[in-house]
């Protein structure tokens, strides 16, 4: 029986946070305002806790876990790290398959890594409620979890399009304590703005954040809370990755590619940064490692987009960050990646593709699919449509290998389970599902409206 499951004891789970920006060749390009200077923090302490603020401009390599946290991770870390064999044997390739799954946390993807911290830190500035926003649902459910940890009240604006596909999400949030409305709503001016657009507006992650900033902004008790792109959020998520390190040590073997989904990014940098980390320590091991963003190419935002300043939600309350983009309002088509349909990415993803340290990848709908129920027959495990994404590349590596006969070491991060995408795997049975054209007209206007300031 050859081992399968890597794993470590609670004493192990990281005691830091890796900050990526200490070992960045440049220093990240800072938020700016609408007149083209950048923001300090004070403009954003209507919406965020000081704690988070300075994690977000922070320059120290390694960030504290307080021992609050630490020990909240308890509740499912660390994960388990998995050598795939029965996929590895399905695929008849030499490469060596490892799989991180982040799926076992209460809420079933990696999501609560940095809403558990994104709770405490708001809980200790005195904060009573969080507003929010979700794409499928996962965001949601995660802050929902961590604001009943933590004794907070959490309202999620939900993009329609997963209201409508992921009822049982709704249900999550709900039995969690959270209050859910389907957006875009007629409560905030984002909302109203964009149904005058489209009365029956599918939504987009971009409108949702609009929202829920806007509510946040408009009292003093409720904070805001991201669930990607931000750089403390992707600090949060290397806990993925220090805990991979940790398992690949205890197994004497070590990646030579690195794929995770990537929506807003925090996923991605989550799996990947900490390996970053050693091949900027000079770790013979990590000298040619490759780190793979893996997108839909229905939202190429790394593939396609343009690199450049941009708002982060689609009504401009967000600073202009410096990143890809596939322009502010764009709204992508609803592809059931849900957590994948964002029209930015993260400044500090972004910059690392811009500058050739990182490498992405974007895959259509239908090959996501295939590749997820081919990993579900494998090894057992569900996966959602976001992770079906890191899936599909790593397994076109596999096969790459299989051809070449090169035994990689591939490791992908099962960023989470789909039991909850169960409606979008039927329709995918059924044959209703469908590869989107790439939606060059819509970007390509969406683009001519990126800000112009300074
Ligand atoms: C949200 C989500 C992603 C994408 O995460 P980002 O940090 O926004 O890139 C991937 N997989 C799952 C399961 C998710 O819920």
Same mark, same amino acid.
């Given at each position: ?14 005691? @830091? ?11 990240p390009a800072p938020p700016l305002g609408p007149d083209g200077n950048p923001v300090g923090p004070d403009k954003m302490l209507a919406i965020f806790p000081m704690s988070l603020l300075e994690q977000e401009m922070s ?10 946290? /630490?020990?909240?991770? &308890?509740?499912? /870390? ?6 795939? @064999? ?23 993807? @990696?999501?609560?890594?940095t809403?558990?911290p994104q709770?405490?830190y708001n809980?200790q500035a005195g904060i009573?409620?969080i507003s929010t926003e ?57 909302? /109203? ?16 954040i609009s929202?829920a900033v806007e509510e946040a902004a408009s009292r003093a008790d409720t904070n805001y809370a991201l669930g990607s792109v931000l750089n403390h959020v992707c600090h ?64 190429? &935002? ?7 300043y941009?708002y982060g939600d689609?009504s401009g309350y967000t600073p202009l960050m410096q990143m890809? &983009?596939?322009? @502010? ?11 994948? /349909?964002?029209?930015g990415?993260s400044p500090l ?18 090959? &996501? ?86």
């Amino acid at each position: 029986m050859p081992d399968t499951k890597i794993l470590l004891d609670e004493s192990d789970i990281p005691t @830091h946070w890796y900050n990526v920006v200490a070992d960045m060749p440049n220093k990240p390009a800072p938020p700016l305002g609408p007149d083209g200077n950048p923001v300090g923090p004070d403009k954003m302490l209507a919406i965020f806790p000081m704690s988070l603020l300075e994690q977000e401009m922070s320059g120290e390599r390694w960030l504290p876990i307080p021992e609050p946290v /630490r020990e909240a991770y &308890t509740m499912w /870390r660390p994960s388990p790290l998995v050598r795939a @064999h029965r996929l590895e044997a399905l695929l008849g390739t030499p490469a060596k398959i490892y799989y991180k799954y982040e799926g076992v946390s209460p809420a079933g993807s @990696h999501k609560p890594n940095t809403a558990i911290p994104q709770a405490w830190y708001n809980q200790q500035a005195g904060i009573k409620r969080i507003s929010t926003e979700t794409g499928a649902g996962q965001w949601g459910s995660s802050m929902a979890l961590a604001g009943r940890m933590f004794g907070l009240e959490v309202r999620v604006y939900m993009v329609n399009v997963s209201y409508q596909q992921k009822p049982f999400r709704r249900s999550m949030m709900h039995t969690w304590g959270a209050e859910v409305y389907a957006s875009p709503t007629d409560m905030t001016q984002a909302g /109203r703005d964009a149904l005058a657009k489209d009365p029956n507006s599918p939504g987009s992650l971009g409108i949702a954040i609009s929202e829920a900033v806007e509510e946040a902004a408009s009292r003093a008790d409720t904070n805001y809370a991201l669930g990607s792109v931000l750089n403390h959020v992707c600090h949060h998520q290397t806990i993925i990755g220090l805990e991979a390190k940790k398992q690949f040590d205890k197994v004497g073997d070590y990646p030579d590619m690195v794929f995770a989904a990537c929506g807003g990014g925090s996923n991605f940098a989550g799996a990947a940064f900490p390996f970053f980390a050693d091949k900027a320590a000079g770790d013979k091991r990590a000298q040619n490692i490759r780190l793979v963003a893996v997108e839909p190419s229905s939202c190429p &935002t790394l593939t396609k987009g343009v690199y450049t300043y941009d708002y982060g939600d689609a009504s401009g309350y967000t600073p202009l960050m410096q990143m890809y &983009t596939l322009g @502010h309002d764009f709204v992508p088509p609803g592809i059931h990646a849900g957590g994948l /349909r964002y029209h930015g990415d993260s400044p500090l993803v972004s910059q690392l593709l811009h500058e050739g340290l990182i490498e992405a990848v974007a895959v259509p709908q239908l090959a &996501t699919f295939e590749a997820g129920v081919q990993f579900a027959q494998a090894e057992g495990i569900i996966p959602a449509p976001e992770s079906c994404h890191a899936i599909r590349a790593c397994i076109d590596e596999a096969l790459r290998c299989k051809a070449t006969g090169e035994p990689k070491t591939l490791f992908f991060n099962l960023s989470g389970h789909g039991h909850f995408d169960m409606a979008s795997y039927d329709k995918y049975f059924a044959g209703e599902l469908e590869d989107y054209v790439y939606p060059e007209e819509a970007i390509h206007q969406a683009l001519g409206h990126l800000p112009k300031f300074g």
